[in-house]
């Protein structure tokens, strides 16, 4: 996957994001841990999120300035797996603060000849990484996880979305430090649907 290199820049009409790692990739984007600095109380702090590009790997070259350059014979299904893309982070950020078991989507925007949203960053590690390292949980702490993605996805389920991917790898474990918790919250939703009333698929 031809990547963005760490310490590249990748900006939007908010701030000025540096790439500091590649957290995943896949067939239809990558996923970059970046940071930018963000004023609070008129002083510049460094603040992490995730960004998540739009990047088609059997469609797509990128140049030396990380532009995405799309192989003409494939622009068609480029441009409909863009809009999806955007439809996705549209999606995700009217559901902001709605739900604390989804991540929160902070920006959408297009740069690099693609299209870009910008998300949490989640202090933790995935489910499959906890298993694999710190071995099972065990029986209260498995329900207890169960029950709250359940009532995450009974919510989703009432906006009429299916997320459609569930799976320890798509579930993060956030810490949160005011109370010492952990809260599982549901990622990726790039194979998500939504249904209108007619119970037709929107995107």
């Given amino acids: ?3 963005l290199k760490e310490g590249t820049f990748v900006e939007s009409p908010k701030h000025k994001y540096t790439i500091e790692q590649v957290l995943g990739t896949g067939g239809f984007g990558i996923t970059y841990k970046v940071s930018a600095k963000i004023m609070v109380d008129n002083i510049p702090v460094k603040v992490y999120f995730c960004l998540k590009e739009h990047y088609i790997k059997d469609c797509c070259q990128r140049e030396t300035n990380g532009k995405v350059i799309v192989n003409s014979s ?4 480029f441009n409909k ?13 009217m559901l902001n603060g709605k739900h604390k078991g989804i991540v929160r989507v902070n920006e959408i925007f297009n740069a690099n000849n693609t299209s870009y949203y910008v998300m949490e960053y989640i202090i933790g590690s995935s489910v499959r990484t906890y298993v694999e390292t710190k071995g099972p949980y065990n029986e209260k702490e498995a329900v207890s996880i169960i029950n709250e993605i359940g009532e995450t ?3 989703l389920h009432s906006r009429k ?12 474990l956030q810490s ?8 599982p919250v549901l990622i990726d939703f790039g194979l998500a649907k939504h249904y209108d009333r007619n119970i037709s698929c929107t995107y």
């Fill in 74 to 77: 494939q622009k068609e299904l």
């Fill in 161 to 172: 979305i299916t997320h459609l991917d569930v799976k320890p790898d798509n579930i993060m």
């Fill in 176 to 183: 949160r430090d005011n109370d010492k918790t952990i809260s």
């Fill in 153 to 155: 996805l009974s919510f």
């Fill in 81 to 93: 797996m863009q809009e999806n893309f955007k439809s996705e982070a549209t999606r995700l950020n």
């Fill in 1 to 3: 996957m031809n990547t």
